[in-house]
Structures are given as structure tokens and as C-alpha cells.
């Protein structure tokens, strides 16, 4: 008997019952439906056919092996790509510049191979910028009015005086557009430095960050409130060559009557506990050496810093010499330093340090040589 159309006789390839018609499998079998499943006439077993589809997760192609000289990922024979700087790259050619397909490949040093092969010298860094012989460091908070008049003000009082300068003002923590103010002058001037405090932490703690960043022979700080004329740092310059610490008294000084009033008894407690005979302890215009706050550790982060800084640094044998400086009424802003909380910042910071500070007082003192 002949076999049927389209498909082989028995005994050939594709003679296997599996492989037949499902219609020729016998009438016991049944053919499920939409399940592309069948079942074998004798084990009854499901065949499963697949007709038109692979199942997931099966690939569809077989993997191409990328071609030697290619790079691809660690694990599949990538390779480092010899360029301008060395490019990991898949299946293509690297560009000149490091570039693939108009993308910018990743760069790194090395030879063929994952690895450098040699042990990686970085390009040496630019060499840096010698530090100035003075720095100018003022605390501003919520000071949006008078900003731009100091910083111009300190540039060219420091051009005024010759040599190279640097102007630091801290942030601490204003609420205003101090913080924008500052930023758009640090970009338009690289002799002025930017530091922000992230909340407003004290007239001591923003001090301190701006000294720290100070990087001048000798520092000199100030307000920020347009009160003292900075063209006087000239007359505190003068003093330098004998003394360590050239600090200013306000005379006169041009403040409300109840802020003479607080400033004259704090004065009086301050001689009387620690012997410290300097007039107006708390003035903000003040020129020493930088081996001064390198000495010295300072604590204070309110408006203590003033009297912490001369009874240390006359304990530490700095020579201390005072000059009378012009003070103007605020103009613009309105002033904190009466406010009861900095008061009271103030006294308990006395309190916590009286006891070192009263030691350090007493301690004999030596001179500190500048070196």
C-alpha cells in the first residue's frame, strides 16, 4: 500500500508515531484543543507540539561570539581599546577621543587587558596658588544690604594696600539673600571666598569657620554691618612689625544707649575676673599674625569669642596693642548683638570656660615667637 501524501513510509525518518498526523494516531487518541498537546496511542502520554512557538526564556538566535579586537563586558573576552585614553567598548570600533557611535566611551588608563599592566601614575596637579599675606574674614547674618558695599569695599582696601589679599565671608545661616549675594561675588571675584553655615550657629562659630579657612600671614576680621571704616586697617597694619595682635576700640561709639550700657558692665566683669585691662573687649575690628588662632584653641561660638581670644592669647605671651578706630551708626539691618539670647549665650559661655580660662589668666606668661 502506497503511503499517504506528505508522509514518509514506515521505517524512514519521521516514521515515529510522535511525528505522524495527530489524525493518524489512531481513533482512541484525542487532540486537546488551543493546548498544542497530544496524546500517544500507547503510553498515553502528552506529546507537547509547540506549533509556532518556543517557550520563554529559550533564545531565539543563538549567541554570536564577538569578533577578537572588540571589547564587551568583563566575563565575554572584552578587551581595553586602545585610544586617546583607553575605552572599554561592545561590538564596535572606538573612535578617536574615545568615542563610540558619537558616545563617549569610558576612559581609563591601562593597556590591553582589564588591568593595567604597569603601576598607574595620576597627571600631576596644578601646582597652588601661594597663600596671600592677609585675609579679611567678616560673619555676616541676614546682611543682604550691606553685602555688596563690604565686599567691594574690603577689595579695594586691599588693593589700596599693595600685595595679595583674600576677602572670606561666612553665611551663618541667613534667612535673607545673603547666601545668593555672596555666591554671585565669589564668581565674579577669585579673591573672595564664600563659607555657609548651614543654620545660624553664633557670631563665635561662624568666626572660627572663617578663620579656619583664612589662609593669610595675618588675618584680620570685622562686621559685617558697615559700622567701622576699613580704610583704618592701614593704621593697624602700622603696628605689626611690634606687636602680635593690633585690636581696635570704637571711639567713639556710636550705639544705642542700651547696648553702652551692657558693653560697660560686661567690661568691668571681664577685669575683674580675669585682669584683662583692655578697652572695649567686644570690638570687632581686630589684626593678628595667624600663628595667633594657631596657637590658641578657641571654644566660643557666641560673642564670648572677643574676650577668649585676648585672655588666651596674652596668657600665651602675644603682645597686645590697641588703636582707637572711627564707629558709625547702623545703617542698614538691625543688630543682634543686644538680643537676650546672644546675652545669654554669652554668660553661659563664661561660665563653662571660667574655670580653664581663670587658670590660663593666672598661668605665668612666655613669649611666643612668631617663627
Known amino acids: 500500500m502506497a503511503p499517504r501524501r506528505g508522509h514518509p513510509p514506515a521505517g524512514q525518518a519521521g516514521s515515529r508515531p510522535e511525528h505522524r498526523d495527530p489524525a493518524a494516531l489512531g481513533r482512541g487518541s484525542r487532540r486537546r484543543t488551543g493546548t498544542g498537546h497530544e496524546r500517544h496511542p500507547s503510553s498515553g502520554r502528552h506529546l507537547c507540539c509547540h506549533r509556532g512557538r518556543r517557550r520563554s526564556g529559550s ?10 579586537g572588540t571589547g564587551g563586558c568583563p566575563g565575554d573576552g572584552a578587551t581595553l581599546v586602545p585610544g586617546k585614553g583607553c575605552g572599554l567598548v561592545r561590538g564596535s570600533q572606538l573612535l578617536p577621543g574615545g568615542e563610540r557611535n558619537g558616545r563617549r566611551a ?23 596658588a601661594p597663600a596671600p599675606s592677609l585675609s579679611l574674614v567678616f560673619p555676616a547674618f541676614d546682611e543682604e544690604d550691606n553685602l555688596a558695599e563690604l565686599m567691594a569695599g574690603a577689595c579695594k582696601v586691599g588693593e589700596e594696600l599693595g600685595g595679595d589679599f583674600e576677602v572670606v565671608v561666612v553665611n551663618d545661616g541667613s534667612r535673607d539673600e545673603s547666601p545668593t549675594i555672596i555666591d554671585t561675588w565669589v564668581q565674579r571675584d577669585p579673591r573672595i571666598r564664600g563659607v555657609h553655615l548651614a543654620k545660624n550657629s553664633g ?15 595675618w588675618i584680620f576680621f570685622s562686621d559685617a554691618d558697615l559700622q567701622f571704616e576699613l580704610a583704618q586697617l592701614r593704621d593697624l597694619l602700622a603696628h605689626t612689625p611690634d606687636y602680635d ?3 581696635g576700640f570704637r571711639s567713639p561709639r556710636r550705639d544705642p544707649w542700651p547696648r553702652l550700657l551692657i558693653a560697660s558692665v560686661w567690661g568691668g566683669l571681664i577685669r575683674l575676673i580675669f585682669g584683662l585691662r583692655v578697652r572695649d573687649i567686644d570690638c570687632a575690628f581686630k589684626l593678628f599674625h595667624r600663628r595667633v588662632v594657631e596657637t590658641i584653641p578657641l571654644a566660643s561660638v557666641g560673642a564670648f569669642i572677643n574676650t577668649e581670644l585676648l585672655i588666651r592669647a596674652r596668657a600665651s605671651g602675644f603682645r597686645i596693642h590697641q588703636v582707637p578706630v572711627n564707629h558709625h551708626r547702623r545703617r542698614h539691618g538691625r543688630q543682634t548683638g543686644a538680643h537676650p539670647r546672644v546675652l545669654i549665650k554669652a554668660c553661659v559661655e563664661l561660665g563653662s570656660l571660667y574655670r580653664e ?3 590660663v589668666a593666672r598661668r605665668p606668661r612666655t613669649r611666643t615667637p612668631l617663627g
Not at 116 to 128: I, K, N
Not at 203 to 217: E, K, N, S, V
Request: net charge positive; proline share 22%; hydrophobic share 35%.
Open 106 to 128: 569610558l576612559a581609563g588608563p591601562g593597556v590591553p587587558g582589564l588591568m593595567p599592566s604597569g603601576p598607574y601614575t595620576p597627571p600631576p596637579s596644578p601646582p597652588r
Open 357 to 359: 580660662l581663670r587658670s
Open 245 to 247: 595682635i593690633v585690636a
Open 203 to 217: 557670631y563665635g562659630a561662624a568666626l572660627r569657620a572663617g578663620l579656619a579657612q583664612a589662609r593669610g600671614t
Open 59 to 68: 533564545r531565539a538566535h543563538p549567541r554570536i561570539p564577538l569578533p577578537s
